[in-house]
């Protein structure tokens, strides 16, 4: 990160700074995950857009995605997260479960946001939300250009600060069967800011001929690990303590 952009934070010159921006800045002061959600809340509390209101169309398609997505930063603090993703025997993926337990940093958190984004052989305006336990879906965004979709999940209920909440939901891929699309080759998964525990697994109907494991700090680029074995269940999986923020997942090769 340069000078000139902290020197920019620090002067209240840079009013909303990237989300990947605030998150190196917490990485880089060791701050512990309540003091991270407080730190990102902090940023987040000028909430000038609302998701059922039209985005500014001056604004390009990444700032819009970073304005939806900002509406409950640091609202939340995530404890666990679980994250299940099926590859199917034609090589695509078809299906992401996620399973998240949250506890609310301030008084009415009542919906949370989840960004998808596809990549050369996913398509994210094909991606569906379907809700499994304790939540909803309350709208979408979609942005074609980015290839990015920004799904609206409301909770049960308002939740009052302190309090935790668990829900589930699955991304399908609801992809035409006869598209003319490429294999899949990876994914990468990952909270918002660091998270008591992650687990992130991919299994495989038929197994690929390499997996490597991949991570990719806020901000950064993709990291690659060290190659993986997938066991008896075809599956390849990370156990994570104190995990993020970043993203966690695996890149393969047919």
């Known amino acids: 990160m340069s000078v000139r952009t902290i020197r920019g934070l620090e002067r209240g010159e840079i009013l909303t700074p990237q989300i990947a921006t605030l998150q190196q ?3 880089a002061l060791g701050l512990t995950p309540q003091e991270q959600t407080e730190f990102m809340h902090a940023w987040a509390t000028e909430r000038l857009i609302t998701f059922e209101e039209l985005l500014d169309p001056g604004l390009s398609e990444l700032e819009q995605i970073d304005a939806l997505t900002r509406l409950s930063l640091g609202t939340y603090r995530v404890i666990s997260q679980v994250w299940r993703t099926s590859v199917a025997a034609n090589r695509r993926i078809t299906r992401t479960g996620c399973q998240t337990s949250i506890a609310a940093v301030e008084d009415g ?8 984004g596809g990549d050369e052989t996913t398509c994210a305006a094909d991606m569906r939300f379907v809700p499994l336990l304790g939540c909803t879906l309350l709208g979408r965004q979609d942005f074609p250009d980015s290839n990015v979709v920004v799904f609206e999940v409301g909770l049960p209920r308002r939740l009052a600060k302190g309090e935790m909440h668990a829900y589930a939901y699955q991304i399908i891929d609801e992809v035409a069967p006869d598209a003319d ?6 994914f990468v998964w990952g909270p918002p ?10 299994e495989f109907e038929v197994p690929p001929a390499a997996i490597t494991r991949v991570e990719c700090p806020p901000g950064g680029q993709l990291v690659l690990g060290g190659a993986v074995t997938l066991d008896d269940d075809r599956r390849a999986s990370i ?5 993020g923020p970043g993203a966690f997942g695996f890149t393969w090769q047919w």
């Open 25 to 27: 800045i917490a990485v």
């Open 109 to 116: 958190l009542e919906r949370v946001f989840s960004v998808q």
């Open 181 to 186: 699309l490429g294999d899949s080759d990876g």
């Open 193 to 202: 800011h660091t998270a008591r525990s992650v687990v992130v697994s991919v």
């Open 239 to 243: 156990v994570l303590e104190d995990a």
